[in-house]
């Protein structure tokens, strides 16, 4: 399992609910985002190789999620949402349902001890009212949400275009964190072909707006400790998840908690929306790793077929 | 699209340098949060460090429209390209055609594009060190790194004036810019390079931001470093190296505005 840091050197928009609406960023990168412009940029270097590639690509990679210097970020298991709380803690109910985001330890501790809520220290380790961590000292906000106007300006009267201004809102990491994913590769060659495009694509921008500078980044190696791939027995998914029909055995829904997330968007460079698609969110435990799978969300003008990344990426529950 | 198009990635040309602002610059933010007693129109900011920025979004627009306007209409120049006409209106809009070197360099609009990328790439351009340093220290700016100029609008009739105010980055502010450009195989870099070199020099001729009528917004550019990561280099995780000196010399004699800065 490799870990990937990208710092972000520019601020970045990355569209939570895919119709346009840019008033709202979301401040991290879902995995079939991820793949998806992973393999928009394989198809610009090696063209010849996509049309196979965008089927079954040679990597199965988690959503970005943030971090802090060493302090990594894992999103709260949906298992972990019910907690019970002594009478005289009652009141902080609201404020520990809110955080969504637990530093790798008390991620662990989330998995196995109901008690795992009385550790967080509501004061001074949590951070942005969603972000909880018991070992690294938070800053006061690890991103920032910007919201600037933008205009169109008429060619011939050189002058604001009616009613075509709008809100455009960004994310800006603080420089000591970013957001970091986890990749599991079929082989070495398709790793170092990975981290090539992974550096294009840092130059070239993820999100939306990338012509504006938004979304480049820089990427390094990172060490994630104590995460195993989940094969078999309960597994926590750190990726969006479609199931595959063959996951979908008697019983697969047992003992488990989840979220479910609708997904749509547009396809790039046509203006056409893709199918809307419902995936598990990433937090979702089941009693044992989905394989999930790759969705075809064609739509039919277009040549080329569209997929979209809903292949789960399991680690160990506990 | 009844084919489709598979275009190879050559490399990526970076250009960076340094815009002066000649005169005040107005690059407007957000109002949203105006203290009591501030400017009324405020100038972007950087959230984090609270520092004026230039949005890559508003160099980017300012040079393609300038550029579309000195072509004129795209129907008249399929080469090059232009403005596109609204049909029936007299509104002229940005470039549809993706086949003319405009719309390859600034992309047209996703139902009209034919698979290809855009090429350019213009950056937020930021604050020197140096200059960030100059105004923080300055004695006299208004509101943090910046100024705010009252202006006055007089009644024709009754000479009753009608201030109002606005926030700008003052004359002599440089920022750090960076355009990238994407090369495929098969493109001519000096074509592309010599657009981008037009439309700077445009701009200069022009102004950045608001109320360029009234003299703000005349900016200067000096393009420092032109280098270029190829796709071998990208293979082997080597970083961009200096293109020759053909390319560079495009950019080296920007014409110059010959406004003295403070002005």
């Known amino acids: 399992m490799h870990c990937y840091r990208l710092t972000f050197t520019a601020p970045f928009h990355v569209d939570s609910r895919g119709n346009a609406f840019y008033e709202e960023s979301s401040s991290f990168i879902h995995s079939d985002t991820l793949s998806a412009a992973m393999l928009a940029t394989w198809a610009l270097i090696w ?11 040679t990597f199965r990679i988690s959503s970005a999620f943030p971090f802090y210097r060493d302090c990594y970020f894992l999103p709260r298991a949906a298992s972990s949402q019910a907690i019970r709380l002594p009478s005289e803690k009652l009141k902080q109910a609201k404020k520990l349902k809110k955080i969504q985001w ?24 949590v951070c942005q009212g969603v972000l909880a961590s018991q070992t ?39 420089k000591n964190g970013g957001l970091y994913f986890l990749a599991v590769f079929n082989d070495e060659t398709s790793r170092q072909q990975f981290e090539t495009a992974l550096s294009v694509l840092g130059d070239s921008g993820i999100g939306a707006d990338r012509t504006s500078g938004n979304g480049c980044f820089s990427w390094s190696k990172g060490q994630m400790p104590g995460l195993q791939l989940a094969e078999q027995g309960q597994a926590v998914a750190l990726s969006l998840v479609n199931p595959d029909p063959g996951d979908c055995q008697t019983g697969w829904l047992d003992g488990a908690a989840y979220k479910l997330v609708s997904r749509g968007g547009w396809i790039g460079g046509s203006g056409i929306r893709k199918n809307r698609l419902r995936m598990f969110a990433e937090g979702s435990v089941f009693a044992r790793p989905l394989q999930g799978r790759m969705v075809n969300v064609s739509v039919d003008q277009l040549p080329q077929k569209v997929y979209r990344d809903g292949r789960g990426f399991f680690v160990k529950a506990g | 699209m009844s084919e ?41 900011r950087n959230p984090l460090t609270n520092e004026p920025y230039i949005p890559g979004s508003s160099l980017r627009g300012k040079m393609r429209s300038l550029l579309e306007r000195a072509r004129g209409d795209e129907k008249h120049n399929p080469m090059e390209g232009g403005f596109s006409l609204k049909e029936g209106k007299l509104e002229a809009q940005a470039g549809i055609n993706p086949e003319t070197l405009l719309g390859k360099l600034f992309g047209v ?64 502010a440089e920022f750090a810019f960076e355009l ?84």
């Open chain 1, 102 to 125: 637990l530093d790798s330890k008390l991620w662990h501790t989330s998995l196995t001890n109901p008690n795992w809520a009385d550790a967080i220290d509501l004061k001074n380790g």
């Open chain 2, 180 to 263: 990238v450009l994407t090369l495929l195989e098969g493109d001519d870099e000096s074509q592309f390079l010599n657009l981008i070199r037009e439309g700077l020099e445009l701009v200069q001729h022009d102004s950045l931001g608001g109320h360029g009528s009234r003299g703000y917004g005349a900016v200067e550019f000096s393009v420092q470093t032109l280098q270029e990561r190829t796709m071998p280099q990208y293979q082997k995780g080597e970083p961009a190296a200096d293109v020759n000196e053909k390319l560079m010399a495009l950019f080296s004699n920007l014409q110059a505005q010959n406004v003295a800065v403070g002005a």
């Open chain 1, 136 to 174: 690294t000292t938070l800053p006061e906000k690890l991103w920032l949400e910007e919201d600037r106007p933008r205009l169109a300006i008429d060619r011939n009267s050189n002058q604001a275009a009616d009613s075509q201004i709008f809100n455009f809102s960004r994310i800006w990491f603080d």
């Open chain 2, 4 to 44: 489709q198009i598979n275009p190879k990635l050559k490399s990526k040309i970076f250009i960076k340098g340094t815009i002066t602002a000649l005169t005040g610059l107005h690059i407007g933010g957000n109002s949203i949060g105006m203290a009591i007693g501030g400017a009324d129109k405020v100038v972007v």
């Open chain 2, 109 to 172: 609009s996703a139902d009209k594009n034919n698979g290809q990328p855009t090429r350019l790439m213009v950056r937020d351009a930021h604050l020197t060190p140096a200059s960030k340093n100059q105004l923080e220290n300055a004695p006299n700016t208004d509101m943090p790194m910046t100024e705010v100029k009252t202006e006055v609008n007089i009644d024709r009739i009754t000479s009753a004036a009608n201030p109002r105010q606005f926030e700008r980055v003052p004359a002599g």
């Open chain 1, 47 to 57: 063209p010849e190789q996509i049309a196979l590639h965008a089927q079954n690509p």
